[in-house]
């Protein structure tokens, strides 16, 4: 069954959905790349980390100026 799962960063809504019980699931939303929830061993906190990394990375900002947002914001990641 297909999870969505929401939180926000910087006044933006970031979404990943994905069937975390399913390895070979693709997580989609806000992530780009083809990821497969095998890809983040079935923890939807982990895509969720990857998909904020690649939202302050396309801003061309360092991740590393920005671990304490991101890791609020998963701390805030709610079930949809």
Same mark, same amino acid.
């Given at each position: 069954?297909?999870? @969505? &799962?929401t939180?926000? /960063? *910087?006044?933006?809504?970031? @979404? /990943? %959905? $994905?069937d *975390? %019980?399913?390895?070979?699931?693709?997580? @989609? $939303?806000?992530? $780009? $790349?083809? &990821? +497969?929830? %095998?890809? *983040? +061993?079935?923890?939807?906190?982990? %895509?969720?980390?990857?998909?904020?990394?690649?939202?302050?990375?396309?801003?061309?900002?360092?991740?590393?100026? *920005?671990?304490? +947002?991101?890791?609020?914001?998963?701390?805030?990641? @709610?079930?949809?």
């Open positions: 069954m297909t999870t @969505t &799962y939180t926000r /960063i *910087f006044g933006d809504t970031i @979404t /990943i %959905a $994905g *975390f %019980a399913q390895a070979s699931s693709p997580v @989609t $939303g806000d992530i $780009g $790349g083809g &990821y +497969q929830v %095998a890809d *983040f +061993q079935h923890r939807p906190a982990a %895509a969720m980390r990857r998909a904020l990394e690649q939202l302050v990375e396309a801003s061309g900002d360092s991740v590393e100026d *920005f671990a304490d +947002q991101i890791d609020a914001a998963i701390s805030k990641m @709610t079930e949809a």
